[in-house]
């Protein structure tokens, strides 16, 4: 249990619109409590469940957001994608890139808005978000929305027939700026894999982008 109770705290410390460019930064929220493992998360951790992999993820995560914000911000977001992907087919990969296409480039702040509406660090469209259970409003705290986003991210899954490549472009929509979102969020995740120093088990997506490509 101790040693269990140090791997917690390691972990601590590691740890939908298209056109960011036009994203506004309103009044920053209040600060937000710091995100404890659930129930669940501890059950994984005593079972070890792939979590040497979760955890190298999480760690090259917060090294790639620490370029976009400040450190401890980065380390909680990276951790949020550790613990909301637990359980799921999704890797804390899977949402990063998310994050990075959506808001990266305005230091992922949860008072984010699109000029369509999407709220917060994962950019939720307000039905989307209450098709998933949550008020519009609760988009603007990061685990909140990094929960909606898997749900999201699943339900686009169910449309692409389980192609998790096609669900991520989905995401964002159809058309020329879900094929612009594509390329971007391809090179966000390139940056994670070098972080990573690429290895084989989170490389699987490309060969499928590659088939995508040629069909």
Known sequence: MKKLTYLLAGMMLIGVSCSPAGLR???EPTAQTAVAPDPEVLRLMEQGVELDERQRQARAIAAVFARRTDSERAHRLAYLCYQKT??????????????????GSV???????SPKGAIGVWQLMPSRAESHGYRP????????CAEAAVRELYSKLDMANGNLVRAKK??????P???????????????????LGAPAPVQAEEP?????QAS
């Open 86 to 103: 637990l359980g799921t087919r999704l890797m804390p990969l899977d949402l990063a890139e998310i994050a990075l296409a959506e808001t």
């Open 107 to 113: 230091g992922f702040s949860s008072a984010a808005v």
């Open 177 to 195: 700026e879900a094929d612009a979102y594509e390329i971007k969020r391809r090179r966000y995740r390139r940056e994670i894999l070098r972080e």
């Open 25 to 27: 930064k309103e009044a």
């Open 170 to 175: 989905l995401y964002c929509g159809v058309g």
């Open 137 to 144: 409003e609760e988009m603007r705290n990061d685990a909140k």
């Open 208 to 212: 499928r982008i590659i088939l995508e």
